[in-house]
């Protein structure tokens, strides 16, 4: 009888302009949590710093062409929004159109936007993985495992700092700018959720980047992709069904502000806010607090 190996887990990141220190915080607390024979760490980027040291058994790197710019070109600029407008119109809509706007898209569009594209990419050449988790490479700490307490076939997805209706907050400005007045008035009180932790089953998450990318792909233009993440799962339009984790009491802590980070940084561990204090597996923003910010790089940078 042949034995079977459990399939592994992919950990995904988008990097493009980050010092190695900020990369080696990422890897290495991954890599304090899963060995190389449990899961596979693959971060897109722009460049490598070639005196870095990675280690192949700890990072792979992958390609990608984004070049953003703040000044980019008015006939650039052109270019891309006749390939938006090109994508959507029926007579001009094939698998090469989509190949081209997909591809301009993630070497010329914000970062914010272009990760998407890059993780599209790159996963439609990967293995079949078990599980596989997005993360921001820039302020994600690992703590502790989590992969197994993603839920089975579901988008397993992170409460943002707070609900909507604040209108100082960075998620009602971007909900607001990207939808409108009357969209946002509907969504006052629900919790947005924060994309810079995503992830789930290796086919959920081929589908949830096959739809959100399309989604992203019709209006490009100023909105940031959380905006359209959210619209997206406050309607009901996200491709499959989605499990919603509490902030600061799950599998993933998210800093937004100095107020919840003095709640749960202790000793330079994030725990959760319950009284038995258990370590939160997944901390993301913890760069926006020195004394936190301190600790771990001091143990991983």
């Known amino acids: 009888m042949v034995e079977t190996r459990p399939k592994k887990h992919l950990l995904m990141g988008f990097s493009t302009n980050l010092p190695a220190r900020h990369i080696r915080v990422f890897v290495d607390s991954f ?62 809509r094939s698998m090469a159109v ?50 197994d307490k993603l839920t089975p076939g579901a ?33 006052v009180g629900r919790t947005p959720l924060c994309i810079g932790t995503i992830g789930g089953e290796h086919a959920v998450m081929d589908r949830l980047l096959d739809g959100f990318c399309a989604e992203i792909a019709r209006s490009p233009f100023g909105k940031i992709e959380q905006a359209i993440f959210n619209r997206l799962y406050l309607t009901g339009q996200l491709p499959g069904e989605v499990s919603v984790f509490p902030n600061d009491l799950s599998s993933v802590a998210t800093l937004g502000n100095d107020a919840i980070a003095a709640e749960v940084a202790v000793d ?16 993301h923003m913890f760069d926006r607090h020195p004394r936190l910010n301190e600790a771990v790089t001091a143990r991983y940078g």
């Open 155 to 187: 988008i397993c997805a992170f409460e943002d700092e707070a609900p909507y209706g604040d209108p100082d907050n960075w998620n009602d400005r971007w909900y607001r700018t990207a939808h409108g007045e009357a969209a946002y008035r509907d969504v």
């Open 31 to 92: 890599r304090a949590v899963y060995g190389p024979d449990e899961a596979d760490v693959v971060i897109i980027t722009n460049a490598v710093d070639p005196d870095a040291g990675f280690e192949p058994t700890a990072v792979q790197f992958q390609s990608t062409p984004s070049c953003y710019s703040r000044t980019m070109p008015q006939a650039l600029k052109a270019l891309l929004r006749g390939a938006s407008f090109l994508h959507r119109v029926p007579p001009f």
């Open 268 to 283: 330079g561990q994030v725990l959760t806010r319950e009284s038995d204090g258990a370590v939160i597996p997944v901390v």
């Open 98 to 147: 989509e190949a081209s706007h997909f591809a301009l898209i993630e070497a010329y569009h914000h970062p914010h936007f272009a990760r998407w594209f890059a993780y599209r990419r790159v996963m439609k050449v990967m293995p079949r993985y078990d599980r596989v988790f997005f993360a921001d490479v820039k302020d994600v700490v690992f703590q502790d495992r989590f992969f």
